[in-house]
């Protein structure tokens, strides 16, 4: 959600967002577009349409991003990845106080105007947190300790969690404030290998996991908001 869509389909009545992964460490993405101006962006199309070397500039950029943040879409071996078993809070903190500072605000505002972008065009939002593999607890299907796998140099799987828990925190507070219906995958859908491929994407045993979380908080929700609806 680094950026807020706003070519709704307005035939639709509920759209579902599942937000966070993509926001991690970003700030203020619109004051952003605005300091580069149109003439600005219009030249960086240009240069992307035109330019292989700066298209493959640009490429690697979104890769490294990517791989910072566990995007892989590659399978993952958690056997072979290694551990960080002791990365002490303090190493932590400084990227932890950033992102509350500098990106969770801006995160939460986009949400909100998410939600608002939604309901003044007649549709109804529903938050769902982003749930990783890795995090607190023992992978069941292999043994491994989710918390301590290495995830990126310098990075395990607990410290990790604990970025992505800052944002989904942040969904969590903007359903409940704005009265709009939450699905907390990120607590309800279980740490298992079976259902990841790599930290963040889901198996075909994972995916029919992720529907039946969704199907069991929404299925409920849509017979009492639509009941004309109901079969």
Same mark, same amino acid.
């Given at each position: 959600?680094?950026?807020?869509?706003?070519?709704?389909?307005?035939?639709?009545?509920?759209?579902?967002?599942?937000?966070?992964?993509?926001?991690?460490?970003?700030?203020?993405?619109?004051?952003? /577009?605005?300091?580069?101006?149109?003439?600005?962006?219009?030249?960086?199309?240009?240069?992307? &349409?035109?330019?292989?070397?700066?298209?493959?500039?640009?490429?690697?950029?979104? *890769?490294?991003? =990517? @791989?910072?943040?566990?995007?892989?879409?590659?399978?993952?071996?958690?056997? @072979?990845?290694?551990?960080?078993?002791?990365?002490?809070?303090?190493?932590?903190?400084?990227?932890?106080?950033?992102?509350?500072?500098?990106? $969770?605000?801006?995160?939460?505002?986009?949400? /909100?105007?998410?939600?608002?972008?939604?309901?003044?065009?007649?549709?109804?939002?529903?938050?769902?947190?982003?749930?990783? $593999?890795?995090?607190?607890?023992?992978?069941?299907?292999?043994?491994?300790?989710? #918390?301590?796998?290495?995830?990126?140099?310098?990075?395990?799987?607990?410290?990790?969690?604990?970025?992505? /828990?800052? &944002?989904?925190? =942040?969904?969590?507070?903007? =359903?409940?404030?704005?009265?709009?219906?939450?699905?907390? $995958?990120?607590?309800?859908?279980?740490?298992?290998?079976? &259902?990841? &491929?790599? *930290?963040?994407? *889901?198996? /075909?045993?994972?995916?029919? #996991?992720?529907?039946?979380?969704?199907?069991?908080? $929404? =299925?409920?929700?849509?017979?009492?908001?639509?009941? #004309?609806?109901?079969?």
């Amino acid at each position: 959600m680094e950026g807020l869509w706003t070519n709704i389909d307005y035939a639709a009545s509920v759209v579902l967002f599942l937000i966070g992964i993509n926001d991690v460490g970003a700030g203020d993405i619109a004051a952003a /577009e605005q300091r580069q101006g149109h003439d600005l962006k219009h030249l960086w199309r240009a240069l992307l &349409y035109h330019s292989e070397v700066y298209a493959l500039e640009q490429n690697l950029y979104h *890769y490294c991003m =990517a @791989q910072s943040r566990g995007l892989r879409h590659t399978e993952i071996d958690l056997r @072979q990845v290694g551990t960080l078993d002791h990365i002490l809070a303090a190493a932590a903190a400084p990227t932890l106080q950033d992102y509350r500072t500098k990106s $969770l605000p801006y995160f939460t505002q986009r949400v /909100e105007r998410l939600v608002k972008i939604c309901r003044d065009h007649g549709i109804e939002p529903v938050l769902i947190t982003q749930p990783t $593999l890795y995090g607190p607890g023992v992978d069941p299907f292999t043994g491994v300790n989710l #918390a301590t796998i290495k995830v990126q140099d310098g990075s395990n799987g607990q410290m990790m969690f604990e970025f992505i /828990e800052l &944002y989904n925190e =942040a969904t969590r507070q903007v =359903a409940h404030q704005n009265g709009v219906l939450l699905i907390d $995958l990120a607590k309800e859908l279980p740490r298992n290998s079976a &259902y990841y &491929y790599d *930290y963040l994407h *889901y198996t /075909e045993p994972g995916a029919q #996991a992720v529907a039946a979380v969704i199907d069991r908080r $929404l =299925a409920p929700w849509l017979v009492r908001r639509y009941p #004309a609806y109901q079969k």
